[in-house]
């Protein structure tokens, strides 16, 4: 048997909705903590025991290039807090650094 969890809150048009096996009542704050430690994902737990994280906004594709996703999938809460940790390291490398123009043959003239 599994419960609902409704968070009441309004991502665009959809309600955000939290799955948990009834059974384990440390899942709701478990999700909670997650939510306010990594404020920028929502975090459930499907009807199947998969933890899940979706970023509450879009990747510039700076972040993607860098390996960040729009979506995590995890076998437990451990699991995906380490996974969003390492989404927040991608997110907060340095961008590489761009070429202002192509080097010719022998490389880069003297300005």
Do not use: N
């Given at each position: 048997?599994?419960?609902?969890?409704?968070?009441?809150?309004?991502?665009?048009?959809?309600?955000e909705r939290?799955?948990?096996?009834?059974?384990?009542?440390?899942?709701?704050?478990?999700?909670?903590?997650?939510?306010?430690?990594?404020?920028?994902?929502?975090?459930?737990?499907?009807?199947?025991?998969?933890?899940?994280?979706?970023?509450?906004?879009?990747l510039t594709?700076?972040?993607?290039?860098?390996?960040?996703?729009?979506?995590?999938?995890?076998?437990?809460?451990?699991?995906?807090?380490?996974?969003?940790?390492?989404?927040?390291?991608?997110?907060?490398?340095?961008?590489?650094?761009?070429?202002?123009?192509?080097?010719?043959?022998?490389?880069f003239p003297?300005?």
């Open positions: 048997m599994f419960s609902v969890h409704d968070r009441s809150v309004t991502p665009g048009d959809a309600t939290v799955v948990w096996a009834a059974d384990d009542e440390t899942v709701p704050a478990t999700i909670d903590a997650i939510e306010e430690k990594f404020d920028h994902w929502w975090a459930w737990v499907s009807d199947t025991g998969t933890w899940w994280a979706a970023r509450r906004s879009a594709s700076a972040e993607m290039a860098a390996g960040c996703v729009h979506y995590l999938r995890t076998d437990d809460g451990a699991q995906l807090v380490r996974r969003l940790a390492e989404q927040d390291l991608a997110r907060s490398a340095p961008e590489p650094k761009t070429l202002d123009r192509l080097p010719d043959k022998e490389g003297d300005s």
